[in-house]
């Protein structure tokens, strides 16, 4: 077992990010996922999937475009992947499968859920990155990629697409999203809550397939009774606490 898919091989990488995902603090994390995945020259495909429910899809997909071309990208294409019929379109199910970076954009993150579980598009994407693809996605296309998906819209949990399992992330944790965790510590005994920051990513690339933390804020880990803070640079296991961080009760 490895990074997240039970009883898979799994050779890709996972970039979770807590959202503001185009400011100018998250070329850091973004650069070093370019790099796992390839480099500059590597296949991207953006996912607007989660901006589709209030018709933002378009916006998104060129505000990403345009990102991921700035930072020196070479072959970005948006991937029209915005409801079920286009989840199970084979031409996009064939882009993603040969996509050597899949990025999921922010947005409604039940829907994003809904209209990727068990598609042909999503077993596209996770055949690309158990050969070694970089998934990743910021804010709703970070939620979706844990095991448990909080919903705040409707306000209830979700099951999530299960790549980080035992886990449900907290995005925007430095602006709203910290004021998520009580009430999801009491609902999830014994689930790690993680807290991403705005502008702040954290990519599965430390030492032995730890996290670590990239960006301008930190990561918060929730887990058994205990908050631990990851600064930019630090690393952790979602299992346990690696030496040298310093645990904050």
Not at 22 to 37: H, N, T, V, W, Y
Not at 52 to 57: G, V
Not at 163 to 171: Q, R
Request: some cysteine; proline content about 6%.
């Amino acid at each position: 077992m490895h990074r997240g898919l039970v009883e898979t091989l799994v050779n890709g990488r996972l970039l979770l990010e807590g959202g503001a995902e185009f400011g100018g603090q998250m070329s850091e994390p973004d650069l070093r996922a370019i790099e796992l995945a390839g480099g500059l020259t590597t296949p991207i495909c953006i996912l607007p999937t989660a901006a589709a429910l209030d018709n933002n899809h378009q916006r998104a997909g060129r505000r990403g475009l345009d990102w991921f071309s700035r930072l020196g990208a070479a072959s970005v294409s948006v991937v029209s992947l915005i409801d079920r019929p286009s989840a199970n379109d084979p031409e996009i199910a064939a882009a993603l499968r040969s996509a050597k970076l899949i990025y999921l954009l922010g947005g409604f993150p039940g829907y994003l859920a809904e209209t990727l579980s068990g598609s042909r598009g999503w077993r596209a994407a996770l055949a690309a990155y158990q050969e070694g693809a970089v998934l990743g996605g910021s804010s709703a296309g970070a939620m979706v990629l844990c095991q448990h998906l909080y919903d705040p819209y409707g306000k209830n949990i979700l099951p999530g697409l299960n790549l980080a399992p035992n886990a449900c992330l907290l995005p925007h944790h430095n602006t709203f999203g910290r004021g998520w965790a009580a009430r999801l510590q009491k609902q999830l005994p014994g689930t790690a809550l993680i807290g991403i920051d705005e502008e702040t990513g954290m990519l599965d690339d430390g030492p032995q397939g730890a996290w670590k933390v990239y960006g301008a804020g930190t990561v918060t880990l929730y887990r058994e009774g205990t908050i631990t803070i990851y600064h930019p640079g630090e690393t952790f296991s979602l299992s346990c606490v690696l030496p040298g961080n310093k645990k904050e009760e």
